[in-house]
């Protein structure tokens, strides 16, 4: 229930620390039972089936040993069979129905086959998706909770901003002119940029944690655990429109230690943060990053 959450110290933490993230956001924040009385059940089932009840618009993807015969036997049977509702977008019903693989089409193709000509594209896209405008703080906050507990212990989340913009070089700054083949291009060199920079920084976060792990919790004894991560889950997708588009996200450094070392600790990561940016990682710390991805990547494709 809602007072139990209340009552939780760890679910205490986590919704402070969304709060403090997503600048109070609507989607971060934790329901109260005010909420919970004006609900309309009725609005909810509404707006539910009015996005997930027509199966000619969504996007299945498989993904590991798969017989593809076996696969489209499956497929036509139990997905296949599925009716396919009237949609209305824009304000105007369409019967359009399509395969899944009409989906993977370029903007020029789904225009085609769309049966209402003077809608730019019928199927939603990526450019019909409204961002969340989740927005990290501009200024430096530093907030403590303070909880009674039956044992003494202090958990830190330390937070700060990302920006993934990929390459520039290879960035295209406008796509008013270009065709459908150019914007698709011009999406595909910015996901790659992105692509590059996103391995890249879990490299980082992955070296960084095994340096803190190290100093912390081998040499220093303090902690219980660290964990280094990145979190963009609020940054919108690619738009054909907009494929230059900053991707947002924030760093995140969590460990949990005794009160009394906290202070101490913080300025310990806070120099291990510069060492990072000032000397870089060592070629041995790069060797294992890669290696334990690498093992990582193959257990996840082993176990699917």
Not at 98 to 126: A, D, R, Y
Not at 178 to 184: G, H, Q, S, V, W
Request: hydrophobic share 35%.
């Amino acid at each position: 229930s809602l007072a139990n959450q209340r009552n939780d110290p760890m679910n205490q933490f986590e919704a402070s620390v969304d709060l403090l993230t997503s600048g109070d956001h609507l989607l971060y924040r934790q329901p109260l039972e005010s909420d919970v009385e004006t609900f309309d059940a009725d609005l909810a089932l509404e707006l539910y089936l009015s996005n997930f009840n027509n199966p000619s618009e969504w996007r299945f993807v498989f993904s590991g040993n798969i017989n593809p015969k076996t696969l489209k036997t499956l497929v036509v049977k139990y997905l296949g069979s599925i009716p396919t509702n009237q949609r209305t977008i824009h304000g105007v019903t369409s019967s359009y129905t399509s395969s899944s693989s009409s989906f993977s089409s370029t903007p020029s193709s789904l225009q085609k086959e769309c049966p209402i000509s003077h809608l730019e594209l019928c199927v939603p896209t990526t450019d019909d998706i409204s961002p969340l405008d989740v927005k990290f703080s501009e200024k430096t906050i530093y907030k403590r909770l303070k909880i009674q507990m039956q044992d003494p212990v202090s958990k830190i989340e330390m937070c700060w901003p990302l920006e993934l913009c990929g390459d520039s070089e290879n960035s295209m700054s406008s796509t008013s002119s270009l065709t459908c083949f150019d914007i698709t291009e011009a999406l595909a060199i910015a996901h790659r940029a992105r692509l590059e920079e996103s391995i890249l920084l879990d490299f980082a976060c992955t070296i960084l944690e095994q340096r803190l792990r190290d100093i912390l919790r081998l040499k220093m004894n303090a902690i219980y655990g660290v964990s280094v991560s990145v979190v963009f889950g609020s940054s919108p997708p690619l738009k054909h429109k907009c494929p230059n588009d900053i991707m947002k996200g924030y760093l995140s450094i969590t460990f949990s230690c005794d009160p009394n070392t906290l202070l101490m600790l913080e300025q310990v990561v806070f120099n291990e943060i510069k060492n990072m940016q000032t000397f870089g990682p060592k070629p041995s710390e790069v060797l294992t990053a890669i290696k334990t991805t690498k093992t990582s990547l193959e257990e996840l494709t082993r176990t699917n």
